[in-house]
């Protein structure tokens, strides 16, 4: 298996703008994550899914965040408009039924 | 509100040495407890989840335990290598993945090993 697959690795754009982060989790996985890295907060859980469906997004920082899976291979996360602040990793995990996580190489935005 | 703290942030140690990380939670009322893996400019490696029920996991040259009622995890690492050189999280779930749950991650002990 090729693993969790995140797309792109690095982005880079202007305030403002809408950023779409890509994750392919592996094939037969029920559950799927998102995640913030920054340095100054560590690793936070922004929204998990559950056999497609949103569990808690209860971590997502603001309104300008949306998560959907619309399918068991495919999620993405979207940030409108996107703010300097948002700079951050972003890792997308997967998990089956023994809790075990495997993550993504992750997304390193950057908004200038 | 669960928080995990783990401490030391950083630790450097000669090659050879066995050594213990250590992981802290504030509400013992978890299902599980994992600890990853994160080399500079990756994503996180699971190395080994522990459930409530377990007292310990081991991995080649990795044990961990867990106490619940103290709410503290360790992790220790046998014969070090260079390659162990990374930065150690633990993270704690109060329920299964699959119910309504919310993971915490400690903030990480950077760990490097001298050869």
């Known amino acids: 298996d090729a693993g969790v697959i995140q797309s792109p690795r690095h982005e880079v754009t202007e305030m403002g703008q809408e950023v779409t982060l890509r994750c392919k989790p592996i094939?037969?996985?029920?559950?799927l994550f998102w995640y913030r890295q920054t340095m100054m907060r560590g690793l936070e859980l922004l929204i998990y899914?559950?056999?497609?469906?949103?569990?808690?997004d209860s971590g997502m920082p603001e309104d300008r965040f949306s998560a959907k899976m619309p399918n068991a291979s495919f999620s993405t996360l979207k940030i409108q408009p996107s703010e300097p602040r948002d700079s951050a990793v972003y890792f997308c995990?997967?998990?089956?039924?023994?809790?075990?996580?495997?993550f993504g190489p992750g997304t390193r935005l950057t908004v200038l | 509100k669960q928080e995990v703290t783990q401490i030391p942030a950083a630790l450097s140690v000669p090659e050879g040495e066995n050594l213990v990380l250590n992981c802290s939670f504030t509400?013992?009322?978890?299902?599980?407890l994992q600890w990853f893996r994160q080399d500079p400019g990756k994503g996180l490696t699971s190395l080994l989840l522990i459930q409530s029920s377990q007292r310990e996991q081991t991995s080649g040259r990795l044990n961990a335990s867990l106490d619940k009622s103290s709410g503290r995890s360790t992790l220790y690492i046998a014969a070090s290598q260079p390659g162990d050189s990374a930065t150690y999280l633990c993270a704690v779930s109060k329920y299964p993945y699959s119910s309504a749950s919310k993971i915490i991650f400690g903030s990480g002990t950077r760990l490097s090993i001298r050869p």
């Open positions: 094939s037969g996985h029920n559950s």
């Open positions: 509400d013992s009322a978890i299902y599980n």
């Open positions: 899914f559950n056999n497609n469906v949103p569990i808690d």
């Open positions: 995990a997967s998990s089956d039924r023994t809790d075990t996580q495997y």
